[in-house]
């Protein structure tokens, strides 16, 4: 009778240990809130807000669980100051994609110590962060890709030019160090990259004057989402289509037209939905099932989930879109009744 009582004592314990787990995945999930920082209002980041939408569908969130909030362009101060106003919510995580990496630390610690968890996208923090992971394109190696693109289109070499849209986000010092360094023993001549500070009409302007400062650009490589279509409108309003070689970054609708029409070459696509899902799905799981489980379960090598890239020309456009048909990734345009040039 003692051993029975004993035993009921026993499993009456575990039943409640088991409950009291489980209750406390629900209250995580219930308090859950997670939000999603990022640089500019852009279709680019509208494809890293359907992401975090996805996520939180798929984890079973309320909208008001998953929050994603982008400045109009390239603002510092802004995403501080939200960092500010969503530590003093206390959420439970962030992810953001600095465009500053050292000016953001400081709130970046302030939010790791009140304990949220920290996390960035498309763009990395600083060496030894606070930020946990970082989720987005390895930027060097991108960058190196679109470079050796470059070193193939113009195989006599010529002048470059490079626009961009910060001086201080490391992806975008990134992707121009490994372009710099694809080129170096090539003859081609790169151009000091001008700076539109993520705002696409200003992009279009310093394109417009780049080209009619160097009427003979070879090339030019558009390292931020809007600086391919900023080079492809210039090129086309200098009637250089074919000679001034365009490589540039993403597949926004605007890219994959250009690439339709034959004015930008090579695009290095990013897999931003990837980087919005995935930034959700990883705070959720730390959140809800601990570190060490959650990072085994996302594949995080060395503080890093590479979202990898893809390579898109005319002649690899339709097999790029039936690849993210096949992966359910929603995009906007369509290559039906286009085909390749022969
Ligand atoms: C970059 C982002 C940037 C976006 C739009 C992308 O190529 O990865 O950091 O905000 O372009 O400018």
């Known amino acids: 009778m003692k051993r029975l009582s004993v035993l009921l004592i026993v499993v009456l ?3 409640s240990l088991a409950v009291a787990a489980d209750h406390n ?15 500019s209002v852009h279709p680019y980041w509208s494809n890293v807000e359907k992401g ?45 994609a600095p465009s500053d990496p050292n000016a953001l630390e400081p709130v970046m610690k302030k939010a790791a110590e009140a304990g949220i968890i920290v996390t960035t996208l498309d763009t990395p923090p600083v060496e030894g962060s606070v930020s946990l992971v970082y989720i987005g394109t390895d930027n060097y ?9 470059m070193a193939e289109l113009l ?17 975008a010092l990134q992707r121009t160090q490994g372009f710099l360094d694809a080129i170096k023993d090539t003859g081609i001549e790169a151009l000091e990259p001008v700076n539109d500070r993520e705002d696409a009409a200003r992009a279009l302007e310093l394109a417009n004057s780049v080209l009619s400062a160097n009427p003979d650009l070879a090339g030019a490589f558009g390292v931020y989402a809007y ?37 930008i070459d090579a695009t290095v696509a990013q897999r931003e939905f990837d980087m919005g899902y995935k930034s959700v799905e990883l705070i959720f799981k730390i959140a809800t099932k601990g570190q060490a489980a959650a990072f085994r379960e996302m594949g995080v090598v060395d503080g890093k989930i590479d979202t990898g890239v ?17 992966k359910g990734i929603p995009h906007e345009w369509t290559t039906e009744g286009w085909e390749p040039p022969k």
Do not use: H
């Open 155 to 171: 195989p006599e070499g010529g002048k470059v030019g490079i626009g961009r849209g910060s001086d201080t986000a490391l992806n």
């Open 13 to 15: 314990t575990l039943l």
């Open 52 to 96: 975090v939408r996805a996520a939180a569908k798929d984890l079973g969130l309320k909208d008001e669980q998953a929050i994603f909030w982008v400045p109009p362009t390239e603002d510092v101060a802004a995403q501080i100051q939200t960092m500010e106003t969503y530590i003093a919510q206390g959420v439970t995580g962030i992810a953001i």
């Open 141 to 149: 190696q991108a960058g190196f890709i679109a470079g050796q693109i």
């Open 227 to 263: 600086n391919g279509p900023a080079w492809a409108t210039a090129i086309k309003e200098a009637g250089r289509v074919g000679q001034t070689k365009l490589v540039c970054f993403d597949a926004t609708t605007d890219i994959i037209n250009g690439i339709k029409e034959g004015v």
């Open 25 to 39: 995945v629900t209250t995580a999930q219930e308090e859950f809130k997670v939000v999603v920082i990022g640089k």
């Open 310 to 326: 893809d390579v898109i020309t005319a002649a690899t456009l339709k097999d790029y879109e039936a690849a993210l048909d096949a």
